[in-house]
């Protein structure tokens, strides 16, 4: 994911000179560690959503159904 983020931002910044090439590192780095703490928190409350027993059984029935769906779908 480091280097998707990375990717993105590095194509966005153009460099003059040793200075600019310095500050676009850093802003990089500082961009770039953003979105992990952003997905690293979105992780945690995912988490915590998944691990109840009604979400993970609305999720099972869910799953179940669009199976059964399928299945119809390439008999008929």
Same mark, same amino acid.
């Given at each position: 994911? $480091? #280097?998707?983020?990375?990717?993105? =931002? @590095?194509?966005?910044? $153009?460099?003059?000179?040793? +200075? /600019?090439?310095? %500050?676009? @590192?850093? #802003? %990089? *780095? %500082? @961009?770039s560690l953003l979105v992990q703490m952003l997905i690293? =928190?979105?992780?945690?409350?995912? +988490? $915590?959503? =998944?691990?109840?027993?009604? $979400?993970?059984?609305? *999720? /099972?029935? @869910?799953? +179940? =159904?669009? #199976?059964?769906?399928?299945g119809i779908s390439k008999l008929?």
């Amino acid at each position: 994911m $480091t #280097i998707v983020v990375f990717s993105g =931002f @590095a194509g966005l910044l $153009t460099s003059d000179g040793e +200075a /600019n090439v310095l %500050i676009h @590192a850093l #802003i %990089i *780095f %500082i @961009a770039s560690l953003l979105v992990q703490m952003l997905i690293a =928190f979105a992780g945690s409350k995912l +988490a $915590t959503f =998944f691990s109840r027993p009604k $979400t993970l059984l609305y *999720f /099972n029935l @869910a799953s +179940a =159904f669009g #199976i059964m769906l399928l299945g119809i779908s390439k008999l008929l």
